[in-house]
C-alpha cells in the first residue's frame, strides 16, 4: 500500500448511498427511450411499462450485475507498449474530450478545429509521458460528409501509438471505425485480439434518462464485446438536486442501470465508474467545470467504485478559464491532486481550455507536468530503511552537507519530479531569458515536437491501404503550421522525464 | 468525522520515523550554539559537550516532552472575532512571509517592498475571507534604523484586525513589538490577556543545528508565555538526504530538540508541528518552493504531527513562477489541497511569487480563492438524510429539472463554493468584457479595497498614543498608490463570499 486513501464518506454512509440509489431504481426507474433495452429488462425481471417507457429494477437483479462486473479495465494502444490495466499504482491520465474549437497555435485566436489539429494532437501526446491516453480532444469541421469520426479517428491513430479513445455516433460509424481498425491491424480477427480503439458513449442523461442512440451503443459494443466505457455527466442543481451527496445517490443509480443492461447484454463486460459531475454556478447558470466540487464528487466516486470493486475514473483538471492564466492553473492543478488523494484510478483531464469548448496545444504539455507532479503524488514517501539514510544523516552530523554525497547523486533524478516547463530560475535568468510566462515556453515545447518528424506514424504501406478503403478520407498528417520553425531544444527535455515509477 | 484523511505511512511506519529520530538524537544530537540552552539541556538529563557543543538527547526526556506539549494552538488577532484555536475543523490559512520584494501594483515591475507595501496588505486582508493570518508578508525597506521589525508590525497591526505574525531579530526588538501591542491594548496586562501578535522564530537550521540568537527567542518566548512558534525549514537534498522519509526522520528529530527545549523552558507551551521542506532541484540546485514533492511531505507531516497530537502547519502554495501565470496557478493550487486532503491545520501559503521572494497584492486575491477552494474540500460531502434529497429525487423523476425546486433555491448559495475572481461566463461575454485573466480582475478587487477606507485601522486616539511612542516611526497608513481610482464593484463581490462552514 502506497497511501491511505482520502475518504469523505464512511463506510455506513458509502451503503447508504448505495441503498438509496437501489432505492431510487427500485420506486423511480428510468425511462429507457430504447425498446430493445427495454424488452431485455423484462427478459431479466425488471418491470416494464412500455407505455410510459419507465423500467424499474429489483434490489437483487442489479446487485448480481454489480457482482458480474470484473475489478479491472484494460486499455490499449496501437503500440502494445502502451496498454495498461485500471487500476494500476498511479493514476492514469487521458486528454479530455471533445471539443469544437481549437486556439490556433500560430494566432493564438481560437478557431473551429480540424483534422490537422487533431494529427497534430497525436503525434504531441507520443511525446507526453504523462499522459497515457489521446481522448480524441476536438471535432474535425472540415469532415467529408458520412465521415465524421472517421476524420477524428484517422489523424488520432495514424500519429498516436498509444491508446485513441472518443465517441462514435451509432453503429454505422462504429463499424467504419472498426473497419479502420481492421486495415490498421491487418484483419479483423488481429484487431480483436488487441484492441486499440477505446470507445465513448454517454449512458445515461441525467436525470434517470435512458436515450435510444447511446442506449443502443452501449448494448451493441457489450453484445460484440468492444473495449468501450461510458460517461454519465450530470449538470448538478439543474438535472439533480443542489447538495453532493443527493447527486451521488442519483449518479450511481444511473450507473447501476446502466451495469444491469451491460452485463445482461454480455456478462462480464468490464465497465469504469466514470462520471463528469459539474454544478451549475446558481447565480448566472454556467456550467462551472473549474469548480472545486467536482473534485468533492471524484473522491465519493472513488470510494463507490472501491464499493462496488470497478476502476475509478473522472474528467478532473477542467477549467471556466478561456486563457492560460492563473486560474486555468490552479483549476487544473487542484482537482486531480484531489482525485489522486481519494485513490482515483483514471483522470480524463488534458489540454482543454473554457470548459468543454476549446483545446490548446501548449495546455496539453503544461497538463502533462500537472498529471506527472500528480503522479509523483500517488508514489508517495517511498518509505524503505534505505531511504530513512539513518547513516547517511549520522555521518552527515551537525551543519553537514549532503549534496555531494554518492546517495545524493545516486538519487538526483529520481526523488523530485524534474518539471521541463515550470521555470525555477532565479529572477534575473528568467528577465535575461525574456520573462516568459509557462504557457510560451510550452509552446515551444509544443513547436520543437510538431516541427520534428512523427517517428511514431503508421507506415506508408499501411497509410495506402487505409486511403483506398475509404476514399475521399482527410489527408491526417501532422504538418507543422505554416510558418513553424523548430526552437532550440528547452532546458532538459528529454533528460529526465519522470520521477521513478510506483512499482 | 468529515473525512478520513489520506496517509502515505502506515502507523508502522510513523512509529519507524519516531524511533529513528530518537535514534538520531541519541546518537548524533543537536549543535547548539547558544550556551544557556546547552545548560538548560544539561540541566534536564541531556548529555552535553561544551567544547563541542553537541547536546545527545534521551527518549525518555523527549517522550515526556511531547507529552507535556498541549494539543491544540491559539492564534489571537486585534479583533477577538477572528482568534482561532487549532485544529478546526478546516485549515486555517496566513499570507507567507518575509519577501523582499514587492510587485509594484501600478507599474506591474518587482522593487524594494515598504511600511506602505504592508499597510495595504493590513487593510487587503481584512477582506479576504480565505486568509485568517497576515503572516507579514514582505520587509520594510524604508524603516527607520533601530526600527526594522516595528516598522512592519506597525503598519500591520494599524490596519488588520485579524492575527498578525512575524519575527523579530532579537529579545530587544521583541520587547518594541511588545510594547507597540500594551499601546494598543491600552496596558501590558490587557495585551496578554489576548495576545493579537504571534510571533515565529526559525527553530533550527538543518542538518541538526540550533544558532544562537533564534534558540534565544525559543527560550525566551516559552519563559514568558508569548504566543510564537517555530518553522523548520530545509533545504531537501543539501542540509538533509535526497529522500523524502530521511528529511522527514531529521526534521522531527530537530522538531523534538526544539519540543524538549521549550518545554524544558516552561511546561505547556503549545507548539505547532510546523515545516518548509523545500527539496533542491538537482539540476541546477534551485530552491524549488513549487515542486509537489513539498506537499507530500506535508501529508507525511501531518501523520507525524497527529502521532504527537499537536497541531499540523506548512507553507504550502508556494511557487518559483516569477508571474502569475499557469505555473503559478497550479503550484498554488496543488500543495494546499494535497495538504487538506491530508488534513493539514495550518497552511502558510498567500500572495508571494518567485519563491520566497516577491509578493503580489493580486495574487493575495487570487490566493485567497484558492483557500476558499480548500476550506470547501475540507468540508467535504456534507452526509444527511436531508441531503440525500430522495423525495426530491423522487418527484423530480424522469428528464425533470431541480432548478426551480424549494429546496435548490435553499441552497443557492450554500451547496458550492461561489468565487469572485474565477471567470465562468460563456466566451462572448468574456471577450466583450476585454478578453481579461484572472490576475487583471484580481487587481480591480485590490483596487476596489485599496481605495476604500479602511474601516478596520485602529483608532486615531490610539494611533496618536503609537506615535508619541514611538519617535520616527514610519506613517503606517494604507494610501492607495497615486493615481488609483477605484474601480467599478466586481460582480458578485460581497454577494456570497463563503460556502456555509464545516460546523
Redesign the interface.
Known sequence: ??????????DD?VK??HE?SL??LR?????VRNEKARIRFAEHGCEVNHETE?VTFPADLVEKCVEMTPPTFTICGRDPAHDFTLPCAEPRVATASSAPDMVDPVSGE?RRATSHDIARLGHLVNEMDGIDVFSISVLADDAPEGQFNLSRFYPALKNCSKPVRTSVLDVEECEQILKLGETIAGSREDYFKHQFITFGYCAV?S???MDYDSTDMLMYFAENDITAYGTIAPVG??????????T???INAEWLATCVLTQISKAGRPMLYNFLPV??????????T????I??MN??ICQMARFYDVPSAGYLGLT???????????????SP??GT??GVNYIVMGGLL?AL??LDLA?VA?DN??AL??K??AC?????EE????D???K????????G?P??LK???K????PE???????EV??MQG?R???ARALDQVRFILTQPNKYAISAETDAKIKAAFPGIVAGDSVPPEGWIAPEQTR?RR??RRHAKAS
Open positions: 500500500m502506497i497511501m491511505q486513501n482520502a475518504q469523505y464518506l464512511s454512509q447508504r448511498i438509496a432505492e431510487i420506486d423511480t426507474g428510468l425511462l419507465v481560437t442523461v436525470p434517470l434518462t442543481g439543474a438535472g439533480t438536486p443542489l447538495t453532493l451527496v443527493g451521488l445517490a442519483l454544478f451549475t454556478d446558481m447565480r448566472d447558470g454556467s456550467y462551472a473549474g469548480a472545486i466540487e473534485g468533492i473522491s465519493a471556466n478559464s478561456k486563457t492560460s492564466d492563473a486560474q486555468a492553473g490552479y483549476e487544473k492543478g487542484m491532486i484531489l488523494m481519494s473554457d469548448m476549446s495546455q503544461i507536468e500537472i507532479m500528480a509523483r503524488a508517495g514517501m517511498e518509505f524503505s531511504n530513512l539514510a539513518l547517511e544523516i549520522k552527515a552530523g551537525h551543519g553537514g552537507m549532503y549534496i554525497n546517495e545524493t538519487r538526483m533524478t526523488t523530485c519530479f524534474l516547463l515550470a521555470d525555477r530560475t532565479i529572477r528568467w528577465e520573462s510566462d509557462v504557457h532538459g533528460q529526465s
